[in-house]
């Protein structure tokens, strides 16, 4: 199994930025591929971004060129950098574990945009 923490979000201003950081524990041996995903209220989950264990990245075309996504190996951590945030950006943020076989989530973090 493999636990999954985040931490940062909140509320922000349109155009501010935010960070989000999300820290694996267990058997990190399994995860390849981790990244973010996020539910507005009423709306499907959505993908944010992911990126592979060799640091390939894949964005939703909603955020690319706002968001950057990485990820610290040594540290089992992975990061999301948000940029020029907008209303539309807010929903529930849920950071993702490839484990091949299985998925793991976290809990998921609020992100709020507004004035």
């Known amino acids: 199994q493999v636990q999954l923490v985040e931490s940062g979000g909140g509320l922000v201003q349109p155009g501010g930025s935010l960070g989000l950081s999300c820290a694996a524990s267990g058997s990190i041996f399994s995860i390849s591929g981790m990244g973010w995903y996020r539910q507005a209220p009423g709306k499907q989950r959505e993908l944010v971004a992911v990126i592979s264990s060799g640091g390939s990245t894949n964005y939703g075309d909603s955020v690319k060129g706002r968001f950057t996504i990485s990820r610290d190996n040594a540290k089992n951590t992975v990061y999301l950098r948000m940029n020029s945030l907008k209303p539309e950006d807010t929903a529930v943020y849920y950071c993702?574990?490839?484990?091949?076989?299985?998925?793991?989530w976290g809990q998921g973090t609020q992100v709020t945009v507004s004035s």
């Open positions: 993702n574990a490839d484990l091949g076989l299985d998925v793991s």
